[in-house]
C-alpha cells in the first residue's frame, strides 16, 4: 500500500486498544436487512456502484442475525411480521444498532391500520431515524454515519440496569423536495 515507505523505519506507533477496536467495529459494519417494502428498493440501491456503500465498509449484507450488527428496518411492519422482527433483533451480535429507514418503519406512514405497526420503535430500540418516503440512498448513507460516529465514540447508553438505550437520532432530510412541476387536477374537465 506504500504505507510503509511513509514512516520512518525506526519509529513505533502507539494507541488506545479501544479506539483500535472502535475504528475496526465502525469500519466493518454488517447490516441485516429488514427490507418489507419500497424502502427496500432504495435500501438496495445504496449497495448498486452509483452510490457504493462499500465506500462505508457497510455493503456486507448478512441475511443472518448471528453475523450482523446493524439492522435496518426499511418499510412497513405488519403486526403479523413483528414477532420475527422482534426475534431477529434477539439474535443479532452485541453490540447492535438499529437504523428506522422511512415514514413507514417510524411512524407506519400512510398506512395507519390496526394490522401496521405505528412506528417500530415501540417494540425494538432505535438508534436512528432516517426521514423519507422513500428516503433516498444518500439519505440512508447518512444514517450509517451518524452510526459509525457513535461507534466511534463508544457511546453505547445503558439504563442503571445495564439495558441497552436507544439514541434515538432523527436525522434532518439532506434534500429539498421539489414543487409539483404543474398543478395536479383530479377528474376530467
Ligand atoms: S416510507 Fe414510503 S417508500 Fe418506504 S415503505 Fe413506506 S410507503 Fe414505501
Known sequence: MGLESALP?????TTNLNRVINWARRSSVWPMPFATACCGIELM???CSRFDLARFGAEVMRFSPRQSDLLIVA???SVKTLPVLQRIYAQMAEPKWVI????CASTGGVFDTYAVVQGVDQFIPVDVYVPGCPPRPEM??????????M???????RDPSGQR???NIALNPNYEPRHQPRPVT????
Open 100 to 103: 428506522s429507514m422511512g415514514a
Open 140 to 149: 440512508l448513507i447518512e444514517g450509517i454515519m451518524a452510526i459509525q460516529r
Open 75 to 77: 418499510g412497513r411492519v
Open 45 to 47: 440501491a445504496t449497495a
Open 9 to 13: 523505519t525506526d519509529s513505533v506507533l
Open 165 to 167: 438505550r436507544a439514541l
Open 186 to 189: 383530479i377528474g376530467a374537465t
Open 151 to 157: 461507534i466511534d465514540q463508544e457511546n453505547i447508553p
